[in-house]
């Protein structure tokens, strides 16, 4: 007979994540805004929030918003920086811990250039390469273009692009997006 108590959970430690269809980038694109949401408002610079997904299972593999890491910090700096310290690498070798087929949602396009002279998001997701010398990260996905508000045009996609890297729109969220990226920022 079935009692009233607690359900002890008795599977395998993490639990499992609810699977996501790998097709499915608006889900993954709205999990990305959802991390934007958990950065703090800072007048010079976007809040974007970024998921890392290896996209043969849909399993995320990370997730990071800006300034979450100690810093002056990107989003998906922090995302890959996340990956890193739990495969005990430091940034520079993520790639080595990367499924054959990672991809990373971004709610902005990723920087090409940065006011405090940081090393740029494009170039991090550029120098991530597999121990077998494949690409690390194959494709991005992104929300918006920069505004150009930092730094004028930002040539983060064409970069990217001329690395092979692909570069998706995954688009319905512009709006949001630019709501939550420039809260705190003045009028
Ligand atoms: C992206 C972020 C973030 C930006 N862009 N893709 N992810 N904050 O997490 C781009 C913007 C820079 C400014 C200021 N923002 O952030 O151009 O101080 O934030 O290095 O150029 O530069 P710093
Ligand atoms: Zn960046």
Not at 16 to 24: A, C, G, K, L, M
Not at 167 to 183: K, N, S
Request: proline share 8%; with cysteine.
């Amino acid at each position: 007979m079935a009692t009233d108590g607690p359900r002890i959970y008795t599977g395998s430690f993490p639990p499992p994540q609810p699977s996501i269809d790998p097709n499915d980038h608006v889900t993954f694109m709205r999990l990305a805004l959802d991390q934007a949401h958990e950065s703090p408002p800072k007048p010079s610079n976007f809040r974007v929030g970024a998921l890392l997904v290896d996209a043969d299972t849909g399993s995320i593999l990370s997730r990071g918003y800006t300034l979450e890491l100690q810093g002056n910090t990107h989003a998906e700096q922090c995302c890959l920086a996340k990956f890193a310290q739990a495969h005990e690498l430091p940034e520079e070798r993520v790639g080595e811990a990367l499924p054959p087929n990672s991809v990373i949602y971004t709610t902005m396009e990723p920087c090409n250039l940065r006011l405090s002279g940081n090393l740029p998001c494009v170039d991090r997701i550029i120098r991530t390469k597999r121990k077998d010398g494949e690409r690390g990260i194959r494709t991005v996905y992104l929300g918006v273009k920069e505004p150009e508000k930092f730094v004028g045009e930002n040539e983060g996609r064409k970069k990217l692009e001329e690395h092979g890297i692909e570069c998706v729109h995954v688009g319905g969220f512009e709006e949001d997006i630019l709501r939550v990226a420039t809260a705190g920022h003045e009028k």
